[in-house]
């Protein structure tokens, strides 16, 4: 199983980003996906996540309101879209796939990472 993080950069407070996560070696569309992010420092924390059909997303507070999440099953990929984007949301971003059960906010309960992708934004 690979997941493959794409889409970081550097980009200045209030722009926005597209992350991406194709991942290959697993029935994508049975995966619930999440994102994690991780701060120089900090503990790996959650972001954001969507059930398989892409029918649910869920957001930490932090981004809710400024953030999407959605999925391409017939690409096997998975996207987060950061819109207003602020120098605290610099941090490595990691995307996860869980099978089963539901959109979990805890690192444990995934069973696959990709390799991460840095956002840095600049004030």
């Known amino acids: 199983v690979q997941l493959q993080a794409s889409g970081g950069g550097l980009v200045q407070a209030g722009g926005s980003l597209r992350l991406s996560c194709a991942a290959s070696?697993?029935?994508?569309?049975?995966?619930?996906m999440a994102w994690f992010r991780q701060a120089p420092g900090k503990e790996r924390e959650f972001v954001g996540g969507?059930?398989?059909?892409?029918?649910?997303?869920y957001f930490v507070d932090s981004v809710k309101g400024r953030s999407t999440i959605s999925r391409d099953n017939a690409k096997n990929t998975v996207y987060l879209q950061m819109n207003s984007l602020q120098p605290e949301d610099t941090a490595v971003y990691y995307c996860?796939?869980?099978?089963?059960?539901?959109?979990?906010?805890?690192?444990?309960?995934?069973?696959?990472w990709g390799q991460g992708t840095k956002v840095t934004v600049s004030s």
């Open positions: 996860a796939a869980r099978g089963g059960g539901i959109v979990f906010t805890t690192t444990s309960k995934y069973d696959y």
């Open positions: 070696g697993l029935t994508f569309s049975t995966y619930n």
């Open positions: 969507i059930n398989w059909s892409g029918s649910s997303t």
